[in-house]
């Protein structure tokens, strides 16, 4: 009994989260706490408006690619997170930032 339990409580993730995510993709409202895609938005901008940073994270691909994860938070008190893509040369060849809205 525990084992199905656990398999139906594993089935529903599986659906739930990619479907959350699609949502996320596509919020143009921050205001309701929701982390959305923000098209205007790079680490660069953020640091020159102010933005104070507070936490970055690296992720390294075997073939020398890298990723730069960076977390921002506003005086108004949202937070932005930024994703910045490296080739193995660390040439910028990418990147994004997503927003929650909390204190707009």
Known sequence: ????????????????????????DSVDDFSGGIWGFDPSATSAHLARDGWTFLSM????WPDGRQAVVTLWNSQLGDFARCFDYFDAEMHQTGGKCERSGTGL
Request: charged residues 15%.
């Open 57 to 60: 994270s690296t992720l390294s």
């Open 1 to 24: 009994m525990m084992l199905v339990r656990a398999a139906a409580a594993t089935i529903t993730l599986a659906i739930a989260i990619p479907a959350v995510a699609d949502e996320r």
